[in-house]
C-alpha cells in the first residue's frame, strides 16, 4: 500500500522519533554521495553559501569549509537543534528554520545546493522554489542538485521526474558544468555567467558498498 506523501509536519515527527532516520552519520552510501556532491561543488571557495533542507547538518558539515558564509535551512525545527548541536560552533554557519518555498532566504548566492528536497514539494511548489533558486544565485555562482531517481512511496513528485524537472529548468538559464549519474541518483552543477568550464559528465560508478537494486533509497530507521 502507498504511504501518504510526507510533507514537514511528517519529516518533524520522523526526527522526533529517529534522530537520524537514514543513518546519514555512518551509511557508506550517504558519504558517497556527500562526496560526489561536494565535487559538483568544484574547487572554488564560495562567498555564500545557501544549503536548503540540511537536516541534522551533515551535508552542513562539508559545505561549510567551502564557504565563508553559509546558510543552511530546514523546516524541521528538530532537525534543526540536531544540527546546531552537531555543528553549532561554526562561526561562519547559521541555521534558520525556513518552509520551501516560501521561506527562500532573501539575498543573492554563490553558491545553492539542493539535495533530496525537490521531490517532497508539490508541482507548483517544485517551479516556485526552482525559480526562486535561479533568482537568488549571484553572477558567477553555482547551483548543485542531487536527487534520488527510484521511486519511493513518500515523495510528492517521482523523483526523477522532480530531478529532471529541475535539471531541464536550470539547463535552459545556465551552463551545467557537472553531471553525475549512477542508478541510484544523479547530481548536477549549474554556472551563471560565463566562466569557463567544461561539462563534466561521468556515469556510474559504483559506490564500494553494494547498494539494493530493488530498494535504492534506505528506508527510515523505524518506519
Ligand atoms: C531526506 S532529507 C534531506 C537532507 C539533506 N539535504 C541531504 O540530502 O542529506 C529531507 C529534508 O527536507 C526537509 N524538508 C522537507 N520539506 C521541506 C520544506 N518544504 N521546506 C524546508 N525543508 C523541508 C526535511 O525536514 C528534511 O530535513
Known amino acids: 500500500m502507498r504511504r501518504a506523501v510526507i510533507d514537514p509536519e511528517g519529516f518533524e515527527r520522523l526526527f522526533r522519533e529517529t534522530i537520524d532516520p537514514w543513518n546519514y552519520e555512518a551509511s557508506d552510501f550517504e558519504a558517497f ?3 560526489i556532491l561536494l565535487r ?9 553559501g545557501l544549503e536548503l533542507a540540511c537536516a541534522i547538518g551533515e551535508t552542513t558539515r562539508v559545505l561549510a569549509p567551502r564557504c565563508l558564509r553559509l546558510v543552511a535551512l530546514d523546516a524541521s525545527p528538530t532537525a534543526l537543534d540536531e544540527a546546531v548541536r552537531r555543528l553549532g560552533g561554526r562561526p561562519n554557519v547559521t541555521f534558520r528554520l525556513a518552509r520551501l518555498p516560501s521561506g527562500m532566504p532573501g ?10 528536497i525537490l521531490y517532497y514539494l508539490s508541482p507548483n511548489d517544485l517551479r516556485r522554489l526552482t525559480a526562486s533558486m535561479i533568482r537568488a544565485l549571484a553572477p558567477g555562482g553555482r547551483i548543485v ?25 536550470l539547463s535552459a538559464r545556465m551552463r551545467c558544468v557537472y ?14 555567467g560565463d566562466g569557463k568550464v567544461s561539462v563534466r559528465a561521468i556515469s556510474g560508478a559504483a559506490p564500494r558498498k553494494r547498494i539494493s537494486t530493488t530498494s535504492c533509497r534506505p528506508k527510515p530507521a523505524g518506519r
Open 179 to 192: 553531471s553525475y549519474q549512477t542508478r541510484w541518483f544523479q547530481a548536477a552543477a549549474f554556472v551563471k
Open 107 to 116: 539575498g543573492s548566492y554563490d553558491l545553492i545546493v539542493a539535495s533530496e
Open 33 to 35: 554521495k556527500r562526496g
Open 145 to 169: 542538485i542531487v536527487h534520488h531517481l527510484c521511486d519511493f512511496d513518500d515523495a510528492a513528485i517521482r523523483p526523477r521526474a522532480a530531478q529532471s524537472y529541475a535539471f531541464h529548468r
Open 40 to 48: 559538483a561543488c568544484g574547487t572554488r571557495l564560495y562567498g555564500r
